[in-house]
């Protein structure tokens, strides 16, 4: 009778929901590419045999890593029923990365599940309109624009004292 033996059932991953302005609905099929500082969820099924049937994997010490060539995330996997599952926000940085889960316990087979994907940076139209760090240095071009036209109209239609003066 064999023990310890483990497998990967399923793996998805795709975008969560995300509370923001515009109320997005999380997707269930993950998509072509990942956009910097997505919100992310991953979801492994591992499969423990016991009794000749594979039952679902009780444990929960299991890591989940996104690495490009180190590791950006490392989070521990949370169980739910042989679900498990893990949200996270994606880093600032694109390139390819990797979902890894590399399990190595004694008294377990060793269970390693990587899968690729790509991490593109915003588009010029996804960027904020406005930067509300930048308002001190909005506020000081609009102040220089207004003085440059109020010095302009006090020097264009300022009149000097006529010079003529009588002596008696």
């Not at 023990?3 to 991953?13: C, E, Q, Y």
């Not at 997005?24 to 910097?36: F, L």
């Not at 000081?140 to 302009?152: D, P, T, Y």
């Amino acid at each position: 009778m064999e023990k310890g033996v483990l497998r990967v059932k399923s793996v998805s991953h795709h975008k969560a929901c995300l509370l923001s302005l515009f109320f997005r609905v999380g997707e269930k099929s993950p998509p072509r590419e990942y956009t910097i500082m997505d919100n992310v969820e991953y979801t492994i099924e591992i499969e423990e045999l016991s009794n000749g049937k594979w039952e679902p994997f009780k444990g929960d010490d299991v890591q989940l890593e996104f690495t490009r060539i180190d590791p950006f995330i490392r989070t521990t996997l949370k169980n739910y029923n042989g679900k498990l599952k893990a949200q996270f926000k994606l880093p600032d940085v694109y390139g390819v990365f990797k979902f890894m889960v590399d399990y190595r316990r004694i008294g377990y087979t060793h269970l390693l599940n990587v899968q690729q994907v790509s991490v593109r940076p915003l588009q010029h139209t996804q960027y904020e309109r406005f930067i509300y760090s930048a308002y001190p240095y909005y506020v000081s071009a609009f102040s220089m624009m207004i003085g440059v036209v109020l010095f302009s109209c006090v020097f264009l239609y300022h009149k000097e004292p006529s010079k003529d003066v009588k002596k008696d």
